[in-house]
């Protein structure tokens, strides 16, 4: 059996004590913290090249706002299956005081659902009202221009940045509770065996062969991978189903209101990728067997790097080469447009850019995933306490857009054409350089992120000392 660097151990993981630094895992921390700062670099970006348009011409950034695109949310629902799996098979279930099913319910259901809803239906409409009203000279502009062509009223884009993950939330709230219904909990049985001591020393007794409950018929029916070549036989088929999927959406013609993709087609602000839902569904699964499967998913520490750079050199080298073929490719991944909306897909059929799009999407998204999550499951300085930063990246997730609208217009970023802008569409301020645009894209990141993280902390602080 393949061996790697840092096995998993579910003793370094309980959910039951999550207030406690020694029973995080620290690793899927970091990601998701890394995932974050990206997204709102994403959306600095996006926002600074649409109020900087004609301006905009960094081929680098754009390839980068479209390779984020690609794999963060996916890799976002990876590691809401691993939590969610790790949480319902932790090492204090031998003991009966792991969480049963109708508790795991009803913390998903708080943590997820109710915020959900709350948040859109009530919350993003009083936040938009509330930074309207009172610092109408950043907010108030945001999406209020006024124009003959449609786009007068203030709900269509700056309305819209307020939206927050409500969809991809409510989404992963159903695969939680799919999760529980498919895989019901028991008490004193644990899936997978590769584990190593925990750094505190904490040794957990595992229940012998007699201790443990007969398998379920469910249990049975459950997927096995025995080997590295199990696990790339299932990859390469639910790749094969991703971008047979992906290409069904595309080609209809109607990506942005396929009836394929389900309910993803409500979000307005961050185009839903016409992978979605099922990018997201094997994505969440995956994280739910990384425990079990850890010596299969993960590649070996001497190797991960090169392949990650492999794989990134790779899916950057493909896109380059497809947007050279294919101007519509090329239409589909640039920013320089006046608004910070893009359509996931244009132009879909049974043509080349459709096809390339369908394969090259799925092999990206596997491609990158697996070797980030393989770098950040196994490097020492990944696995590492990162400290309360990575501990509070949630609140980042829903406000980030307040900074990031606030530096961009800060910044004097709009000087670009806009609808309400006399003259022709080349009439974009002198004053925007294309060093000047890639520069502000770079402080308006930077202060956004600083400020989303601050901004967190000082709620997770306000809830603690309230908690007190």
Request: glycine residues 8%.
């Amino acid at each position: 059996m393949p061996s790697i660097g840092y096995p998993l151990d579910l003793d370094d993981f309980d959910d039951a004590n999550s207030s406690t630094d020694d029973y995080r895992t620290h690793f899927m921390d970091n990601l998701r913290t890394t995932l974050t700062i990206l997204l709102i670099v994403q959306h600095s970006i996006i926002e600074t090249a649409a109020s900087s348009y004609p301006s905009f011409h960094s081929l680098s950034l754009t390839v980068f706002v479209f390779m984020t695109k690609t794999i963060i949310v996916g890799l976002f629902f990876f590691i809401s299956g691993y939590a969610a799996s790790i949480s319902r098979t932790t090492s204090s279930t031998y003991y009966a005081t792991g969480r049963s099913d109708p508790e795991f319910v009803w913390r998903r259901t708080l943590r997820l659902l109710f915020p959900g809803i709350l948040y859109g239906a009530l919350g993003h409409v009083i936040l938009w009202m509330v930074l309207t009203k009172s610092w109408p000279s950043f907010f108030g502009g945001a999406g209020s221009v006024s124009t003959d062509d449609g786009f007068s009223s203030p709900t269509v884009w700056g309305f819209a940045r307020f939206e927050g993950p409500v969809v991809h939330i409510i989404f992963l709230y159903a695969l939680d509770m799919a999760y529980v219904f498919l895989q019901p909990a028991k008490k004193g049985h644990i899936a997978g065996g590769i584990s190593t001591p925990p750094v505190s020393g904490r040794v957990s007794p595992r229940p012998s062969g007699d201790e443990r409950p007969s398998r379920s018929r469910r249990q049975k029916l459950r997927l096995k991978v025995k080997s590295k070549k199990d696990w790339y036989m299932l990859a390469g088929a639910a790749l094969g189903l991703l971008a047979i999927w992906t290409f069904a959406v595309t080609a209809s013609g109607r990506s942005e209101k396929s009836p394929l993709r389900l309910g993803f087609n409500v979000a307005s602000y961050d185009a839903i990728v016409p992978a979605a839902p099922f990018q997201y569904i094997f994505a969440y699964m995956a994280g739910i067997q990384l425990y079990r499967w850890q010596n299969y998913m993960l590649i070996s520490p001497p190797y991960t790097f090169p392949a990650f750079f492999g794989a990134l050199f790779a899916s950057v080298s493909f896109l380059l080469l497809g947007m050279k073929t294919s101007p519509t490719l090329q239409e589909i991944v640039q920013l320089n447009t006046p608004w910070p909306v893009h359509p996931s897909f244009i132009d879909g059929g049974f043509n080349f850019h459709t096809f390339f799009f369908a394969v090259w999407n799925a092999l990206t998204f596997f491609g990158l995933s697996a070797t980030i999550v393989s770098i950040y499951a196994q490097w020492e300085w990944t696995r590492r306490d990162w400290g309360p930063v990575a501990r509070h990246s949630y609140i980042p997730i829903w406000f980030h857009m307040i900074p990031v609208v606030f530096f961009v217009k800060l910044l004097a970023a709009d000087g670009g054409w806009s609808p309400s802008r006399t003259g022709p569409p080349g009439s974009a301020a002198p004053a925007l350089a294309q060093e000047s645009v890639v520069w502000r894209c770079f402080l308006v990141a930077t202060g956004s992120v600083i400020c989303s993280w601050f901004a967190g902390l000082t709620v997770a602080g306000a809830g603690w000392v309230m908690g007190c």
